[in-house]
């Protein structure tokens, strides 16, 4: 069974341009989850989508979006980039909503110039 | 303000140890605990969860103790292998589930041959 994938790998874009960050979850997997992992904040919830509905919100501003499809695809999009979002933006998919064993993609590297 | 907190960024231990890594927690309604493990340029794969009803789960080499009145959780791996080297992150969540998961900053073990 492929894993989570995500597109692009790396990124790098300037202050002020807007980003769309792709992924894809394993073949049956309806939720999907994204975060941000930085050196100083660590791993943070962004949001998380089950059945195209966003069912959960992290600590961000209104710039960062999110959507997902009926395939269960989700998109994350960050506007009017900043230097403090450059990250590595994590995906992560499970069976249902809060479910334990969630697997992570290999992340979108971000860089804001 | 870190809820969870994982106080040692390192820690190295000799193979066939066994090695011990500690989180705390500040937020008191989280009631469901999660270790991650990540390699580098990979996302984090689950390791071993612990909901609040109980203070010990076992998983084969991987042991997590909970001790709710000092907020405090801790993993254990007995023997240690020089596989297990791996940045490893703990996680919290409110309700049943891993929902809108809150993580510590990560400690990188090391397993020394």
């Known amino acids: 069974k492929a894993g989570v994938t995500q597109t692009p790998r790396y990124l790098i874009k300037t202050r002020g341009q807007q980003v769309t960050l792709s992924c894809s979850p394993i073949?049956?997997?309806?939720?999907v989850s994204w975060y941000q992992q930085t050196p100083g904040q660590g791993l943070q919830f962004l949001f998380e989508?089950?059945?195209?509905?966003?069912?959960n919100k992290g600590n961000f501003p209104g710039r960062f979006s999110g959507r997902q499809f009926s395939n269960s695809r989700s998109e994350m999009n960050v506007s009017t980039l900043e230097l403090g979002d450059s990250a590595l933006y994590l995906c992560?998919?499970?069976?249902?909503?809060?479910?334990?064993?969630?697997?992570f993609g290999p992340g979108t590297r971000l860089t804001v110039l | 303000d870190q809820q969870v907190k994982q106080n040692s960024p390192s820690l190295s231990v000799q193979e066939g140890r066994i090695s011990i890594l500690n989180c705390d927690y500040t937020?008191?309604?989280?009631?469901?605990f999660l270790w991650y493990k990540k390699y580098p340029a990979e996302g984090p794969t689950f390791l071993i969860s612990?909901?609040?009803?109980?203070d010990k789960n076992e998983d084969g080499r991987f042991t997590v103790f909970l001790n709710k009145s000092a907020k405090h959780l801790s993993l254990h791996i007995v023997p240690s292998q020089p596989g297990d080297s791996a940045v490893y992150f703990c996680?919290?969540?409110?309700?049943?589930?891993?929902?809108?998961?809150?993580f510590g900053q990560g400690t990188r073990l090391t397993i020394n041959p």
């Open positions: 992560a998919s499970g069976l249902r909503t809060g479910d334990d064993t969630q697997y």
């Open positions: 073949s049956g997997h309806r939720s």
């Open positions: 989508y089950f059945s195209e509905t966003q069912r």
């Open positions: 937020n008191s309604m989280f009631d469901y």
């Open positions: 612990i909901s609040s009803i109980k």
């Open positions: 996680a919290a969540s409110e309700g049943q589930g891993a929902q809108k998961l809150v």
